[in-house]
C-alpha cells in the first residue's frame, strides 16, 4: 500500500475503534439511548471518541449515525479545554478529519463550520448562562466530572438539546464522586462504557504505562486517574481513603513478628462468606505494616486452610491467628490436616465487629500502621465499614482478619517479640 492508503485505512474509525469507543445500540432499558457515559482512565482514548462521534454526527457517516446533525454544542470545562483539547488537541476534531472534508474553525466566534452547513458552537462549563438560548440536535461534553458549576451547566445544555428527532449527547470523563455523575449513570436512558488506561495501551509511550503503573496502581489516584474508577468515601466509615494514602509505603522494613489472620467462613457452600486471609508484621518501634491480602471465597476448608498456610510459608510468617467462634476445633483441625507444624493462635470474639475494629482504625490515625503496597479490595471494605457494617450488607472478610492480624500485633497483651533469625 502506497502512503494516500496507508493514511485513508488509518482515518477508518469504525475499523480501528475499541469497543469502548463505539456507541451503544440500545440502552438497559430497551430503549434508544439519550446520553452516552464514556467513563474511563487517562489516555484511554475517550478525545478520540469525542471526536469522532462528532464528526459522524456532523456528516452523517454510518455507522455511528443516520443523518447529518446541523447545530452540535461542544461544552469544555473551560474555553481553553474546549479549544485545546476538544478542538485543536491531538486527538481533537481537526485532527480527526481529512484535510478535504476538515471543518472551518473561527477561534473568535468559537465555531466550527463544514462544507454541508453543520455548524459545531464551543462552550465553557464555567460560564451555564453561555447555553442559554441556542439549540442543538447533539452535544459532546468533556470531563464533566471536574465542571465547577456541573449542575447548572448540565441543565442549561438540556434545554438546548431540542433539534431533530432524537437529541443525543456524549459525555467523556475521568469520574469522580460527583452527584451528576452518579445520577446520570443510574439513568435507564443512559449507557456506560468503562476503560482503563491500559485498553489504548497501543497508542501510548510504553514508558508512561511503566511509570504511572509502577507508582500509582492500586492506589486511590490510580484507580481514579488510570482504571476509571469511581473511588467513594463513606462519611461514617471508620477508614477514608485520604487516611489510607497517608498510610502507604512501598515496602516494609525487616520485621520482628509476622502474622496471618484467618477469618473463617461459617459454612463451606459456594454462596458462603469469603475466608479473610491478612498478613501484618511488626517493626522496631512498634509500628504495625500490613503486608498482604489473600482473601478467598467459595472454596472449602480444606482450600482456604492451603492458600493460609501457603501465604504463612510465604511471609515466613510466626504463627497463625485464627478466629474460632464458628467451630473452633473444626479450624484447628482443618489447618492441622494441611500441616499439623504450623503454630495457630487462636482467637474468640466477644464483641461486635465495630466494637472490634474502632481500636485498630485509631492505630491508624495515629500513624501507628502502614500499608506496604495497595490492597485495593481490603481498603473497599474499609472506606465502606460503618456502625451499620458494609454498604452491601456482606460479612467484611478481608476487614475481620486485619482488624485480628492488628490486634495480635499491636493491642493484645504479650511477651515481647523476638527478634526474626534468633
Given at each position: 500500500m502506497n502512503e494516500d492508503e496507508l493514511g485513508f485505512l488509518a482515518r477508518q474509525w469504525d475499523i480501528?475503534?475499541?469497543?469502548?469507543?463505539?456507541?451503544?445500540?440500545?440502552?438497559?432499558?430497551?430503549a434508544p439511548w439519550l446520553i452516552w457515559l464514556m467513563v474511563g482512565g487517562r489516555g484511554a482514548g475517550k478525545t478520540r471518541a469525542g471526536a469522532e462521534w462528532?464528526?459522524?454526527?456532523?456528516?452523517?457517516?454510518?455507522p455511528f449515525a443516520v443523518e447529518a446533525v446541523s447545530r452540535i454544542a461542544l461544552v469544555g470545562e473551560t474555553e481553553h479545554d474546549a479549544r485545546e483539547v476538544?478542538?485543536?488537541g491531538v486527538?481533537?476534531?481537526?485532527a480527526v478529519h481529512a484535510a478535504h472534508e476538515r471543518p472551518a474553525w473561527s477561534p473568535s466566534r468559537k465555531r466550527l463550520e463544514w462544507s454541508n452547513g453543520a455548524v459545531a458552537q464551543a462552550f465553557s462549563a464555567d460560564d451555564p448562562e453561555s447555553l442559554r438560548g441556542p439549540q442543538f440536535g447533539c452535544a459532546w461534553s468533556d470531563e464533566m466530572a471536574k465542571w465547577r458549576y456541573a449542575e447548572a451547566a448540565f441543565d442549561m445544555l438540556q434545554f438546548g438539546l431540542r433539534l431533530g428527532s432524537q437529541p443525543r449527547q456524549l459525555i467523556t470523563t475521568t469520574p469522580r464522586p460527583t452527584a451528576l455523575l452518579k445520577r446520570l449513570m443510574a439513568d435507564p436512558a443512559s449507557v456506560v462504557s468503562r476503560a482503563p488506561t491500559q485498553a489504548n495501551a497501543f497508542n501510548l509511550a510504553p514508558t508512561f504505562l511503566q511509570g504511572v503503573m509502577a507508582r500509582y496502581a492500586g492506589t486511590r489516584l490510580g484507580r481514579q486517574e488510570l482504571d476509571g474508577e469511581i473511588i467513594e468515601d463513606r462519611p461514617?466509615?471508620?477508614?477514608?481513603?485520604?487516611?489510607?494514602?497517608?498510610?502507604?509505603?512501598?515496602e516494609a522494613p525487616p520485621l520482628q513478628r509476622i502474622v496471618v489472620a484467618v477469618d473463617p467462613p461459617a459454612t463451606s457452600s459456594k454462596r458462603a462468606d469469603a475466608c479473610g486471609i491478612v498478613a501484618?508484621?511488626?517493626?522496631?518501634?512498634?509500628?504495625?505494616?500490613?503486608?498482604?491480602?489473600?482473601?478467598?471465597a467459595g472454596v472449602t476448608p480444606a482450600l482456604w486452610a492451603a492458600k493460609a498456610i501457603a501465604l504463612w510459608r510465604r511471609c515466613e510468617a510466626d504463627a497463625l491467628v485464627a478466629e474460632v467462634n464458628q467451630g473452633g476445633d473444626m479450624v484447628k483441625a482443618v489447618i492441622a490436616e494441611v500441616d499439623a507444624a504450623v503454630p495457630v493462635i487462636p482467637v474468640r470474639a466477644t464483641r461486635g465487629k465495630w466494637l472490634r475494629a474502632e481500636p485498630v482504625?485509631?492505630?491508624?490515625?495515629?500513624?501507628?500502621?502502614r500499608h506496604a503496597g495497595s490492597f485495593a479490595a481490603l481498603e473497599d471494605e474499609m472506606c465502606d465499614f460503618a456502625l451499620s457494617g458494609l454498604s452491601s450488607g456482606r460479612s467484611p472478610d478481608r476487614l475481620d482478619a486485619l482488624v485480628w492480624a492488628v490486634t495480635s500485633l499491636a493491642l493484645a497483651p504479650r511477651a515481647q517479640p523476638r527478634v526474626r533469625g534468633l
Open positions: 480501528f475503534a475499541h469497543p469502548h469507543q463505539r456507541p451503544p445500540e440500545l440502552a438497559p432499558n430497551g462528532i464528526r459522524a454526527q456532523a456528516l452523517g457517516l454510518a476538544m478542538i485543536e486527538s481533537g476534531l481537526l461514617d466509615a471508620l477508614w477514608s481513603r485520604a487516611l489510607l494514602e497517608r498510610c502507604r509505603v512501598h501484618a508484621g511488626l517493626a522496631e518501634g512498634g509500628m504495625v505494616y500490613v503486608i498482604a491480602d489473600e482473601t478467598v482504625a485509631t492505630l491508624y490515625e495515629q500513624g501507628r500502621v
